[in-house]
């Protein structure tokens, strides 16, 4: 790892070992953690790979692809030697949490290039199970999960996300056909819910769950995405309990609902 530019940048190399390792191992001797303002910077045209969640746990996690030409970064993830075990998602809000920013990133459930993997799936990509913290996604790609690429378990602050790929969510082999959704809040509530200029492409289910919801979205933008070939079976935004405004304008629909409408 060397230091970057910026005062907090922290560049992160593949041979650095296990992405979760380094976030993890970013203490000091008594467990502090060197930076609360770290960013990590990892390299574009390189490959990641995580064996357990990047846990959010009492500081903010922010991590993005360094500046300049090349394909983003790719964040795949990989069986545990160790355990033997699947990491449940690539991030996870716990405990005291903390937010989450990440920019510039491709995420992968799997490594699609080892046959059987796709055994694998995960149901998700993102998890969050401490409330009160934001979530903010700029410029990524988001494949291959059975269930959800984020799940919220707790109430979020602000779920922003932008000029980003939600891809290829849900898989018969391990779920059903109401699994496969970009967004899954359907137990709790948020204040700000923001979708802008962003692609939803091949998903079983829905983009958003809110039904069965339990608390209000309060806040709702949902403007200028594209939204493809979605089995949408049990439908397309299940937006359940709102608050305040919500606000679906300038999208495009192409085949958002090749189920149809269920009962």
Known sequence: MLYGQGPHDLIVHPSDGFLNDVVAGDTTDTGERVDLDRVYILLRDSLYFVNYRIEVDGFDVRMRAEDGLGQRPVIYMTVNTVTAEFPGEIYRLINTGGNLWIKDLIMVGYIEAIPGEIQNIPSGLIRVNAAGFDIVIDGCLLTQNRGQHIRTESACRVVKVNNSIF???????????????????????????????????????????????????????????????????HGTLALGWMGKEAKITNNLFIDPFVFGNDT
């Open 167 to 233: 891809t290829n969510m849900g898989d018969l082999g391990r779920s059903n056909l109401g699994a496969g959704k970009a967004i899954d809040l359907r137990d709790t509530s948020c204040d700000t819910l923001l979708f802008v200029n962003n692609t939803f492409l091949n998903f079983m289910d829905r983009v958003i769950r809110h039904r069965t919801s339990v608390g209000a979205i309060n806040h709702l933008i949902f403007d200028h995405n594209t939204i493809v070939n979605g089995g949408s079976f």
